[in-house]
């Protein structure tokens, strides 16, 4: 090969590899020894992400005391699909789904970017299943409800990962493990449901009441806190066998799902804090983890 043939070859490389997403994500986001924290947030009411409540002041205060992340790459509760999906378009738009709330809550926008590169990454990096890359679906308020508290400028890129609901729970606690590379990466990951959620047996009169909840409530509260503050994460993905409070707790396992995402996500020297510790008309509880 001639001096003049290597030199368009080896042109013609560094175009197409800056032009490649791949390529361009894994050089703006380098993996540095500075991991970012693993959050898992109770979001309840959508009412809280237009509320300045207690909650969402935590939430805004969080933003401003953790690394600001490049990306948020969310799993919310809210995005029950069969197989695995992420969001990997340009422009989420904004879900509103829910009824009967005020007409104000309908009318936000969260107008965050998304990130078709780390979309191709979160795919790649993901061995045990197959990842589709979604075109549809945007940012549900298990999402922006929080973030927007959070990153208020609507300036990091954010992204869903979808729960397959047809799994089963060592499935998820499994699958999150295989996104750890993105916490070097400046991506923080949120998992968004609530640790007890019966909305069956709330107490629609005690909303207001600071703190109200069931016996049952409190009692499965502290022990999800203790198991998750010991380390032992299996009791978490065999939550079934923690007796009948367990089972009021969690009678679907969609708001509790992303909870195993950020126990597969946890590190043995993560410190372990929790905040929004409250439990919300009788059979809710707020309460939310900070990995790392």
């Known amino acids: 090969m001639n001096r003049a043939d290597f030199i368009k070859l080896a042109i013609g490389g560094t175009t197409m590899m800056a032009l490649h997403p791949l390529y361009k994500w894994s050089k703006d986001l380098k993996e540095t020894d500075q991991k970012m924290p693993v959050l898992f947030i109770g979001h309840g009411s959508p009412m809280n992400g237009i509320e300045d409540n207690e909650f969402s002041q ?26 695995t999906h992420v969001t990997a378009m340009e422009n989420p738009k904004t879900i509103h789904d829910f009824g009967g709330f005020p007409q104000a809550l309908f009318e936000v926008q969260y ?4 990130s ?4 191709l990454e979160t795919q790649k990096i993901i061995t045990s299943t197959s990842v589709g890359l979604d ?26 990962l979808s729960i397959d609901y047809k799994k089963p729970p060592q499935y998820h606690f499994d699958l999150a493990k295989e996104l750890a590379s993105l916490r070097k990466k400046g991506v923080l990951i949120i998992g968004s449901g609530n640790m007890v959620h019966n909305l069956r047996m709330v107490a ?9 909840g069931y016996d049952w409530a409190q009692e499965i509260n502290t022990v999800f806190k203790n198991k998750i503050s010991s380390g032992d994460a299996q009791s978490m993905i065999n939550y079934q066998k923690l007796g009948s409070a367990a089972q009021l707790a969690i009678p679907t396992p969609d708001h509790y799902y992303p909870l195993l995402y950020t126990l597969g996500l946890q590190e043995k020297k993560d410190a372990v804090s929790f905040f929004n ?13 900070q990995f790392g």
């Open 204 to 212: 629609w009169d005690k909303l207001n009441e600071p703190e109200f």
């Open 111 to 114: 107008p965050a970017k998304g």
């Open 58 to 83: 935590k939430w805004h205060r969080l933003g401003k005391e953790i690394p600001k992340p490049k990306a948020v790459l969310v799993i919310s509760a809210h995005w029950l699909t069969q197989g």
């Open 277 to 289: 510790d409250k439990a919300v008309g009788g059979s809710l509880t707020m309460t939310s983890v």
């Open 116 to 119: 078709p590169e780390l979309a």
């Open 135 to 160: 075109h549809d679906w945007g940012l549900d308020h298990g999402t922006w409800t929080i973030v927007r508290h959070m990153y208020p400028d609507a300036d990091i890129p954010v992204l869903q």
